[in-house]
């Protein structure tokens, strides 16, 4: 079975060629439904061919609350796009504290819930990176929010963080190669 990891910025143009060549599961990483969030979590977006709202240039880079409108539109078009088309898809969402929790990402459940997303995996945050001064989220903080979650849209928690989920069946110790 052929499945794609995406952060959904050109899902839209690419949606119905991921169906006609055979992928049939798609990974969305959404993190936010808000803009202003996004700006937070996304440093800047690198815009290729034309968006719905508006004609950018090939290679633009779009930072602040700009790239993150046109990340987001991206998103939940290719995410309908991809639900419409037939195509499974799964949401994957990193639990950021102080940007994204608070009962953001049960919005962003309710969201997808009504795109048609089959199923939510809500991780912790690793600190890396621009984010390297946040702590990671409690185990705690973890589960609440998937049981948050889990009222609205169904939760995926095998997730390891080792990307065995774009590997193979996660929880088993041998993988197809």
């Known amino acids: 079975m052929l499945c794609l990891s995406t952060n959904g910025l050109l899902l839209p143009k690419y949606a119905g060629w991921l169906q006609d060549i055979g992928v049939r599961t798609i990974t969305v990483t959404l993190n936010t439904i808000e803009p202003s969030i996004g700006e ?9 061919g034309r968006n719905s709202s508006s004609f950018l240039i090939d290679g633009e880079v779009l930072k602040g609350i700009e790239g993150a409108k046109v990340l987001l539109e991206n998103q939940l078009t290719g ?13 994957n969402s990193i639990l950021i504290p102080g940007i994204n929790d608070n009962g953001h990402l049960e919005k962003v459940a ?18 890396l990176g621009k984010f390297k001064h946040l702590e990671a989220p409690s185990c705690d903080e973890l589960r609440r929010t998937r049981l948050q979650c889990e009222q609205i849209i169904k939760q995926f928690r095998l997730c390891k963080q080792c990307r065995a989920d774009s590997v ?6 041998h993988y197809m190669r």
Not at 40 to 48: D, F, H, L, S, W
Request: overall charge positive.
């Open 40 to 48: 937070k979590i996304y440093a800047y977006v690198r815009c290729y």
């Open 79 to 91: 995410i309908e796009e991809a639900v419409r088309l037939g195509l499974v898809v799964k949401v």
């Open 110 to 127: 309710m969201i997808v819930k009504k795109l048609g997303v089959y199923i939510q995996n809500i991780t912790p945050l690793i600190p």
């Open 168 to 173: 193979g069946i996660p929880g088993r110790e």
